[in-house]
Nanobody, 122 residues
Framework: QVQLVESGGGLVQPGGSLRLSCAASGSIFSSYAMGWYRQAPGKQRELVASITTGVRSNYPESVKGRFTISRDNAKNIVYLQMNTLKPEDTAVYYC????????????????WGQGTQVTVSS
C-alpha cells in the first residue's frame, strides 16, 4: 500500500514557475515507476510526465522542454518542476505510483494522490 500526498500548487502568472512535490509512504517507493497527471475542468485526465525506477523520463509534446520530473528515493519524493507556465496548464495535478510502461508510454498504477490545484493567470 502506498499513500501519496501532493503539495506545491498555487496561483502563478503566465511565464512563471512552480515545483510540485509528491511525498510517498512506504519503504518500496524506489521500486515504483511514477507519473504526474493533470485534469482541467471538463477535460479528461492526461499524463504530463513519468519517470522509471531509474532516471528515464518521458513527456508529451505539450509540456516537453517546460516540465521536468525527478525523484529522490532517499526522501520518497517525486517532483514536477514546471517552467514557462501557460494558462492552459491550469488544472488539478495528481501524482500516481506503480504504473507500467509499454514502450515509452506510462500506464497509471493503482495509487493516486488527492491532487493539488495549479492556476496560471494574470
Amino acid at each position: 500500500q502506498v499513500q501519496l500526498v501532493e503539495s506545491g500548487g498555487g496561483l502563478v502568472q503566465p511565464g512563471g514557475s512552480l515545483r510540485l512535490s509528491c511525498a510517498a509512504s512506504g519503504s518500496i517507493f524506489s521500486s515504483y515507476a511514477m507519473g504526474w497527471y493533470r485534469q482541467a475542468p471538463g477535460k479528461q485526465r492526461e499524463l504530463v510526465a513519468s519517470i522509471t525506477t531509474g532516471v528515464r523520463s518521458n513527456y508529451p509534446e505539450s509540456v516537453k522542454g517546460r516540465f521536468t520530473i525527478s525523484r529522490d528515493n532517499a526522501k520518497n519524493i517525486v517532483y514536477l518542476q514546471m517552467n514557462t507556465l501557460k494558462p492552459e496548464d491550469t488544472a488539478v495535478y495528481y501524482c500516481n505510483a506503480g504504473g507500467t510502461y509499454r514502450g515509452n508510454y506510462y500506464y497509471p498504477g493503482d495509487y493516486w494522490g488527492q491532487g493539488t490545484q495549479v492556476t496560471v493567470s494574470s
